[in-house]
């Protein structure tokens, strides 16, 4: 098992990470999916932990993470949506992750959230909304590892980009140069080959690549993967890199 510490891969290099998303895998063949994965690269996983009360979904639970644990050496990314972050930040800090994201729309007292998973030894993100302004984050900035910018209403896997969210991956970027702060921006929801490379050019340094990459039907996770390689350089020369 990675230590937090040692083994995560979010770095502030602008290196593109590629984090799938699990509930988008197979989950009747699970194991097979990850190793898959696992031969094409990926050394990040993110799970989407919801409760039916802050997002009306319930895809994965703990146990699942738990079992998956002991299979695997990938970086956990943990997206937290639920109502009692408390109680979840202090279950996965137990099964043992390396990164966990709490929504700033239900975390009430965010600041000591943040505090408790970094107390942990684990990098902790602010998840926002896409109707949550950017600055939701600004007290809190000299704090984070990264921020996870929704690029969907989060809850549901094969939404379409909600588009105000492209501008967003931009101001973020903005918004955190203007702070001297140099942290990755996550990207999740309709991270597709379309839009990986507009949300690259944007600013976006990992990728939560569900149904419309990772797992997309046209290929298999391989194939899907090498294309996912293609279409991030495309955004890196936007970008200017
Ligand atoms: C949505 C989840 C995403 C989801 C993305 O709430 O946070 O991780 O799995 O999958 P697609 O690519 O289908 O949007
Ligand atoms: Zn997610």
Do not use: W
């Not at 194991?31 to 996983?45: A, C, F, Q, V």
């Not at 704090?143 to 105000?164: C, E, H, S, Y």
């Not at 797992?215 to 955004?235: C, D, L, Y």
């Amino acid at each position: 098992m990675p230590t937090p510490e040692s083994q995560c891969p979010i770095t502030t290099d602008k290196k593109i990470s590629i984090a799938p998303s699990v509930m988008c895998a197979d989950l009747c063949n699970l194991e097979t999916d990850i190793r898959e994965l696992e031969k094409s690269g990926i050394n990040l996983l993110h799970f989407d932990l919801m409760d039916a009360h802050f997002v009306p979904n319930m895809p994965i639970g703990l146990a699942l993470i738990e079992q998956l644990r002991q299979k695997t050496d990938c970086a956990f990314d943990i997206h937290l949506m639920v109502q009692n972050n408390d109680f979840f930040v202090e279950a996965v800090a137990n099964i043992g992750v390396q990164q966990v994201a709490v929504h700033a729309e239900s975390a009430i007292h965010l600041d000591r959230t943040l505090s408790v998973i970094q107390g942990h030894g684990i990098k902790a993100g602010v998840a926002l909304n896409p109707a949550t302004p950017l600055s939701a984050i600004a007290y809190v900035i000299d704090r984070l590892d990264f921020v996870l910018i929704m690029t969907v209403n989060p809850g549901f896997a094969g939404q379409k980009l909600v588009p105000a969210t492209l501008q967003k991956i931009s101001d973020c970027q903005a918004f955190l140069n203007e702070r001297s702060v140099n942290l990755p921006i996550e990207v999740d929801g309709n991270v597709s080959f379309e839009n990986i490379p507009k949300m690259v050019a944007a600013g976006a340094d990992i990728l939560v690549g569900g149904s419309s990459s990772v797992f997309h039907k046209s290929g298999s996770r391989a194939e899907n993967i090498q294309q996912i390689h293609q279409v991030i350089s495309v955004g890196l020369a936007k970008r200017g890199v």
